[in-house]
DNA sequence: GTTATAATTAACTAAATGGTTAGTTAGGAG
DNA sequence: CTCCTAACTAACCATTTAGTTAATTATAAC
């Protein structure tokens, strides 16, 4: 039994480690430590494969955003008219957010910071998943089916809405019992998908 | 010259020092230090006025959420019809936020970490900005203007739209070589605001 | 002017932090 | 069996951190 040595369990521990926690508590908000902990490595290790704290970050990140931006891109491919396309974008999206609700925290996160935490390209992640529906929409206003809008505002809405969402769950929840019926929290994801797609395009028909 | 001694200077410029610092690199990214030095106080007075470091961030926050609340609440008691109210609600949180980019960075943060920052009501601040847009699209529907919708939806739609592109500017500057027009770093918030109008009205006619 | 009190400070502490290092052990290749 | 190297560890270090404290000064009231 290789339980005793075994690098790519120790890489993949702490990587499901530090995604667990940098989504819960940020990246300052977590310590080293903690997250050696939680991996049930060694703190050295971390150093001895991701070099440092930031890098560890990135590569969390990376992988969080590189996955979601797949997983669109392969349900997206699955469609060809414009319009369905846009519906599986939004729909796929959020019920990724919803499995995995780290991602919400990440994207806020990042997007929100404005470039300022890493400098390095760690944008790439956010800006693929925005060309993805760059594309969709250009697509649609060539073909005649939408009408010309700007993509950076539609993507916002989309994520803006899904990623808040999700990531106010508990928040939602904590507070049914003043605000009641309009914080939605008998709302499915899928609910929240259908408004968008709903008023996105009666805004673009 | 009242210069040497004066408690309300120096509490008031803890809050501009914490309200910069605390927006720019959130609460576990800022030392009590370096909020003192900002604000050209000795540390002690921070603890001497606000306690610790957690209540002095929930001070700047309150202020933050308040602000922005009298401020919609007051353009919006403006208007009679709940179409212009709506369009209200929308324009005023944009050009607020545009003004005081540092409420993106507080709701943004406030919003995804989900009430486990601070267990507090932190959150009252939000609710009564969510409240007014909830009577808002109460009313329309009680006058047949609108239909009957989602309010958290539609919430989340504004503002995850406008703080995210309010707090995406430098970041949007950055990549605009490569993505060009469509990062819309051209757009002036108004023009957000009109589009998330545009297709809100048009979702809920 | 005296005095009480509010405002302010420098120096300090204990704990936690990110990161290092020197050494140890497991296991596959020869 | 023996090495060599990759995987791993415990102990350590310098710095930073939130928070405290005891002393000091300004000032307003009397």
């Given amino acids: 039994m290789g339980e005793i040595r075994d690098a790519n369990r120790s890489k993949k521990s702490i990587i499901v480690a530090a995604t667990k926690l940098f989504a819960k508590d940020g990246f300052d908000g977590v310590s080293v430590d903690a997250i050696a902990k939680e991996a049930g490595v060694n703190k050295a290790m971390l150093y001895y494969y991701y070099k440092n704290k930031s890098k560890l970050y990135e590569v969390v990140v990376d992988m969080v955003l590189e996955d979601i931006y797949k997983t669109v891109l392969e349900k997206n491919s699955q469609h060809k008219k414009p319009i369905d396309k846009l519906y599986s974008f939004i729909e796929t999206f959020a019920k990724y957010a919803k499995a995995n609700p780290h991602l919400s925290f990440f994207m806020l996160n990042e ?3 404005d470039g ?18 760059v594309d969709i929409l250009k697509e649609g206003e060539k073909k005649g089916c939408f009408k010309k809008t700007k993509p950076i505002i539609v993507h916002f809405m989309i994520v803006g809405a899904i990623n808040l969402f999700i990531s106010t769950k508990n928040l939602r929840k ?21 408004y968008l797609y709903d008023y996105i395009t009666k805004g673009i028909s």
Avoid: H, Q, W
């Fill in 111 to 113: 997007l929100a910071s």
């Fill in 174 to 194: 904590s507070v049914e019992d003043e605000l009641g019926a309009e914080v939605c929290n008998e709302c499915k994801i899928d609910e929240v998908a259908r």
């Fill in 116 to 133: 300022k935490k890493l400098p390095r390209d760690m944008f790439l992640g956010l800006r693929k998943i925005f060309g993805l529906l």
